[in-house]
């Protein structure tokens, strides 16, 4: 079975303060892929990252960060200098690399005020 | 073209109605995924089709009926709906096999 973890329900910053969003996931898959999507309040998923289990790189795309540690079962992910088009809800999602099926976390509100 | 499109972006249905949503892509995608999400709540899988083929229902009730008449197209027919199916439908798809889903906006059901 597998199992995502956001235990942050609900995020308020400041506009450009940073701040990290946890994932924490159980898998019993040995290969797997780790996501986050963002969605605003239109209501589209949009999707912002995708990492694979062997690849433990984290990576920089402009103000987003993602720290993947395979040790500790763990995905954050931060924005640094918020924005308040940042507002939205994230979700942390895993998925087998064999499989069809999306196990999503039940998602971080993230609310960045002027 | 990376865009997934719904239609209608709304819709208000009464329980002894029959509608369908709509869902197109022109990517080239040969999966296609209904999710079904309710209010502060994750997204859940409803079906995956694979080659136009049905490959995975997640034990929907048959109220839901989905259809993929070719492959760029993916409908959901509703009928005989409960209040409780009111939620956000979201269509997504993608490349057979690939990781990343593409995601449509969604339609806002009602159930009145």
């Known amino acids: 079975a597998q199992k995502v973890t956001q235990a942050q329900t609900e995020i308020s910053v400041v506009e450009k303060e940073d701040v990290t969003l946890d994932c924490v996931y159980e898998?019993?898959?040995?290969?797997?892929?780790l996501f986050w999507y963002k969605q605003p309040p239109s209501g589209e998923l949009v999707f912002l990252i995708r990492?694979?289990?062997?690849?433990?790189q984290n990576e920089i795309s402009g103000r987003y960060s993602w720290n993947f540690q395979k040790s500790t079962s763990s995905f954050n992910f931060t924005i640094t200098a918020s924005q308040v088009v940042d507002s939205a809800v994230y979700f942390c999602?895993?998925?087998?690399?064999?499989?069809?099926?999306?196990?999503f976390g039940e998602g971080t509100q993230l609310t960045v005020n002027p | 073209d990376t865009e997934v499109t719904q239609t209608p972006k709304h819709l208000v249905m009464g329980m002894t109605n029959k509608k369908s949503l709509k869902c197109e892509q022109h990517?080239?995608?040969?999966?296609m995924y209904w999710y079904k999400q309710k209010a502060k709540k994750p997204p859940e899988l409803m079906f995956v089709?694979?080659?136009?083929?049905?490959?995975i229902n997640e034990s929907v009730p048959s109220r839901f009926s989905p259809e993929c008449p070719n492959s760029s197209l993916l409908n959901l027919h509703l009928h005989a709906l409960q209040p409780e199916d009111s939620a956000l439908y979201l269509c997504?798809?993608?490349?057979?096999?690939?990781?990343?889903?593409?995601f449509g906006s969604g339609t806002q059901l009602s159930v009145l």
């Open positions: 898998t019993r898959d040995t290969t797997y892929y």
């Open positions: 999602a895993l998925r087998a690399t064999s499989g069809s099926r999306l196990t």
């Open positions: 990492r694979n289990s062997f690849d433990e």
């Open positions: 089709y694979s080659y136009e083929k049905l490959s």
């Open positions: 990517m080239g995608h040969r999966a």
């Open positions: 997504a798809s993608s490349h057979i096999g690939r990781e990343k889903l593409f």
